[in-house]
């Protein structure tokens, strides 16, 4: 039996998109809490705890994209055609972010204000536009003859504006917790107290995106409710709330690490369960990874460079976090 490459490009791809949910995730829920949290200092904390690494972070997003393309093109040109303005839209929020982030530690102390104004509208928009195009993926995506057969604003749905709304709240919710493992003191109990409603918040979309996703495609609820599957898939939903009820006990506990690790899960989870859904189709409701898949020279060509690539980009991002592990204190950080 052969190498099934499209089945690991696949495997590639939704790690490297996994992997930078995760890394930048709160690095942008950072930005989403700024508002809450008005001093100055405290903003420098917080934007220090993610200083050493937050550009490396979006290396995933683009390893995702590349893989896209170079295994499944006909995926990648669909894609890119439905979604143009929302991925330019999220583009520009990142841009911003970036460079707010740059200056707002070199800016003067009136000016310092519109960096901040462009850090937080940067977070939101980028989060915001990930969420609306997960929403309209998971809709379905026309496709004629290889080619996106739909208008430019198909994206934009009841459904899709509330993904959006459900990534800003997971992104915050992992920003918090991750502020609550790296920092101490008043910032800290702050970042606690914001974490339990954002855990309750997470808990209701997961929820709501739980039944309004079936009710809506008839092919997941079969997949999800029909027999035996139903039987193979309930454990996902209960460690859904297994992993809620642990991360409102270690919140209320005052533990440090374990609410980011068990908000982790909770991503995971949900990633998971969309990949359930969705799974073998690279464009749903009906193309699948091997339909979409380029061909076997091109798979197994890049698959060499991949294989090397991503253990570098594993060892760098485990020193980096190696290095800079521990709390973050007012004073520490970037100039």
């Known amino acids: 039996?052969?190498?099934?490459?499209?089945?690991?490009?696949?495997?590639?791809?939704?790690?490297?998109?996994?992997?930078?949910?995760?890394?930048?995730?709160?690095?942008?829920?950072?930005?989403?809490?700024?508002p809450f949290v008005p001093a100055k200092a405290d903003r420098d904390v917080m934007m220090n705890?993610?200083?050493p690494v937050w550009d490396g972070n979006e290396t995933w997003l683009v390893l995702g994209g590349a893989g896209l393309l170079a295994a499944f093109p006909v995926a990648y040109g669909v894609i890119l055609s439905a979604f143009y303005l929302p991925l330019i839209l999220m583009l520009i929020g990142l841009v911003f972010?970036?460079?707010?982030?740059?200056?707002r530690f070199k800016a003067r102390e009136g000016k310092r204000r519109w960096w901040d104004l462009a850090f937080i509208g940067g977070s939101y928009t980028a989060t915001f536009f990930q969420g609306v195009t997960l929403g309209a993926f998971l809709s379905g995506l026309p496709v004629a003859d290889g080619h996106y057969a739909g208008r430019p604003f198909d994206w934009i749905s009841a459904f899709s504006l509330f993904t959006g709304c459900a990534l800003v709240t997971a992104y915050a919710l992992l920003g918090g917790t991750w502020l609550v493992m790296k920092t101490e003191g008043p910032l800290q109990a702050r970042m606690r107290a914001?974490?339990?409603p954002l855990a309750w918040a997470m808990l209701g979309v997961i929820a709501a995106l739980s039944a309004w996703t079936p009710l809506s495609h008839p092919a997941i609820a079969q997949r999800w409710f029909s027999l035996p599957n139903l039987l193979y898939l309930a454990p996902?939903?209960?460690?859904?709330?297994v992993a809620v009820w642990r991360l409102l006990a270690e919140l209320r506990r005052g533990a440090h690490a374990s609410p980011f690790l068990l908000t982790l899960a909770l991503l995971f989870l949900g990633y998971s369960g969309l990949?359930?859904?969705?799974?073998?189709?690279?464009?749903?409701?009906?193309?699948?990874?091997?339909q979409a898949a380029g061909p076997p020279q091109s798979l197994g060509f890049a698959l060499v460079g991949a294989l090397l690539i991503i253990p570098i980009i594993l060892m760098y991002t485990a020193w980096s976090y190696w290095v800079f592990r521990g709390k973050v204190r007012h004073g520490d950080g970037y100039h």
């Open 1 to 34: 039996m052969g190498i099934d490459l499209p089945l690991i490009w696949a495997v590639i791809i939704l790690f490297g998109i996994m992997m930078y949910v995760v890394m930048d995730g709160f690095d942008l829920g950072i930005g989403i809490l700024f």
């Open 49 to 51: 705890t993610v200083a």
């Open 97 to 103: 972010r970036g460079v707010a982030f740059e200056f």
């Open 194 to 196: 914001l974490s339990v």
């Open 236 to 241: 996902v939903p209960l460690l859904v709330g």
């Open 275 to 290: 990949g359930i859904s969705l799974w073998p189709n690279v464009i749903p409701p009906s193309i699948s990874i091997w």
